[in-house]
């Protein structure tokens, strides 16, 4: 179910994010966790994710801001917000900049599941038609 997936998990709050990750790690899934957006903005560049789960409300570089440059730097990673804090016009800013979507804390770990598979098969399908436009304007090209 989880075979390929890779998940990063941006919270500055050190409990949530130890144990989000523990979990999902005994689901069998790669997960990797930091504390900043800053942070998140290196590993992104430098590794491979397929879902980024981001907290809205950090110091320093916000959730927004840090969607932001996730997006620019690999537009195929879904990200998933997280706030413990309702802020619909976060929400909405995040939605508009290609969150896939948004959820309050605390949430039962199976609906972060539940939403982690849905953004990992959006990223799928997203790649692969890529993939297939290549082939297609590959076969196109006169020899």
Do not use: W
């Amino acid at each position: 179910m989880f075979a390929d997936l890779r998940v990063l998990v941006v919270d500055d709050e050190k409990d949530f994010l130890e144990m989000t990750v523990k979990r999902m790690q005994k689901k069998g899934i790669d997960c990797v966790g930091v504390m900043s957006g800053n942070e998140a903005v290196e590993k992104i560049s430098n590794e491979n994710f397929d879902v980024v789960l981001l907290d809205v409300k950090m110091p320093g570089m916000d959730g927004v801001e840090t969607l932001r440059e996730i997006k620019r730097i690999k537009p195929l990673v879904e990200v998933i917000m997280l706030t413990g804090h309702a802020s619909v016009e976060s929400g909405i800013e995040g939605m508009k900049l290609g969150a896939f979507d948004y959820l309050m804390k605390p949430m039962e770990l199976d609906k972060i599941l539940e939403t982690i598979q849905d953004a990992y098969k959006k990223k799928s399908l997203q790649e692969e038609k890529i993939i297939q436009a290549q082939i297609k304007r590959d076969l196109a090209r006169p020899c």
